[in-house]
């Protein structure tokens, strides 16, 4: 019997907030970074973070059988292995063709690690403490976002170059970890590994197809908070003080889901997952919607809570509605393709430079954002509506 917290989940979960932690102390702050030292235009940036999300998505086609069939330690030691590498590589890079090479490596390895940490998180919980476990996780990435953005802001002072040689080597104690866990699980699919198979999936679930093209409409808004909003603030306020402001919101963002997750566990007991979701991302799109209004930080940090209760909302039930949606031997796959929403990713920076680049007003810029993030309500109450469950 698989308790709640034995020792491979309990360390799944450590590996995480690890990983976490060491994503949070510098990609929060890389588009501050290429706004500041290389002086890249918002159309610029936003082709290297789109770059992370094709590449993501790219691989969500194919990564899903391969965790499907194949030891999953195997698998996530070549992800984490793909970080090691973006890590240690990119104090080297001098010019704009080395930024999107390591945007498209650090997409791969998102690709192989993020869907096989929850495929492990899923077979090693028994299905009534799943709703507990995928909380937690969104708890501890949490705590490691409310921790790494102050402490980067410390640590940036000896050097963007010396702070990613750190995430270095937190990403090679992660990769010592699984080789270290006692992973006994034996690969359960018998399907040949092929993309074919993933489009075969779309095909065959028309409410995953649904469910799916609702997460790209919440990832299209979530990714303009590390993009748009980001060089929104580079614009507006000089480069200290655009970091600093950052780093509040950013903790006030980790602080908001810190106090409000206990309330967002109960209230899943309460209420549909479907309803869960369709709430967050109405709440995700107003909070986008406020941050366009005033450059004030008072105001700038109410806004962010409201986006962070909408954030909470979606993304601690996402896990939890498509782990109900798959059978066992289907969960690599299920949530490989879930990396589709990379879609959103993709198209949000860009877009999001492009009206930057080329509107004066704020407000208007983030009006428009948020009315694409609205549509993700239809498309998850449609899913849910196929399904049979509204």
Same mark, same amino acid.
């Given at each position: ?6 020792? !491979?989940? &309990? ?17 929060? *702050? ?19 973070? %789109? ?142 590994? &092929? $993309?074919?198979?993933?489009?075969? !999936? ?19 808004? *979530? &990714? ?18 655009? $970091? ?10 980790? $602080? ?37 209004? %005033?450059? &004030? ?63 004066? %007003? ?6 428009? $954002?948020?009315? !694409? ?18």
């Amino acid at each position: 019997m698989r308790s709640k917290f034995n020792i !491979v989940t &309990s360390t799944i979960l450590v590996s995480i907030f690890i990983a976490r932690f060491g994503t949070f102390l510098v990609l929060p *702050y890389l588009t501050l970074f290429l706004l500041d030292e290389f002086h890249y235009s918002g159309m610029q940036i936003g082709t290297i973070i %789109s770059t992370l999300a094709l590449s993501n998505l790219v691989m969500s086609f194919f990564v899903g059988p391969y965790i499907d069939k194949y030891p999953k330690n195997k698998v996530i030691i070549i992800g984490l292995i793909g970080y090691l590498i973006c890590y240690f590589y990119f104090p080297f890079i001098e010019h704009y063709s080395g930024f999107i090479a390591f945007a498209a490596l650090l997409g791969v390895s998102q690709a192989v690690v993020e869907p096989t940490y929850r495929v492990l998180l899923s077979l090693y919980t028994e299905p009534e403490n799943r709703r507990l476990i995928f909380n937690m996780r969104y708890f501890l990435i949490n705590i490691s976002a409310a921790i790494a953005p102050l402490t980067s802001v410390y640590f940036q002072q000896y050097g963007m170059a010396n702070l990613f040689f750190i995430v270095g080597f937190i990403f090679l104690l992660n990769i010592l970890i699984f080789i270290i866990i006692p992973l006994k699980l034996n690969p359960i699919s018998t399907t040949k590994p &092929s $993309i074919f198979h993933s489009f075969h !999936v779309f095909k065959k679930d028309t409410s995953f197809l649904i469910f799916v093209l609702a997460l790209i409409f919440i990832s299209f808004g *979530y &990714s303009q908070f590390d993009s748009t909003f980001s060089q929104y603030l580079g614009k507006s306020f000089h480069h200290e003080l655009a $970091i600093q402001y950052f780093a509040w919101l950013i903790t006030t963002n980790a $602080i908001t889901v810190l106090v409000i997750q206990y309330f967002v566990y109960k209230l899943g007991e309460l209420i549909s997952t479907t309803t869960s979701l369709m709430i967050g991302s109405g709440l995700l799109s107003m909070g986008l919607f406020f941050f366009g209004q %005033s450059d &004030s930080i008072l105001w700038l940090i109410a806004a962010m809570v409201i986006f962070t209760a909408g954030e909470v909302l979606v993304f601690t039930m996402v896990d939890i509605h498509l782990d109900g949606m798959c059978e066992d031997q289907e969960k690599g796959t299920y949530f490989a393709l879930s990396g589709v929403k990379s879609v959103g990713r993709i198209v949000g920076p860009s877009l999001g430079g492009v009206l930057l680049d080329t509107m004066s %007003s704020g407000a208007l810029v983030f009006f428009i $954002i948020s009315v !694409v993030t609205l549509l993700a309500i239809p498309s998850f109450y449609y899913s849910s509506k196929i399904r049979g469950q509204f």
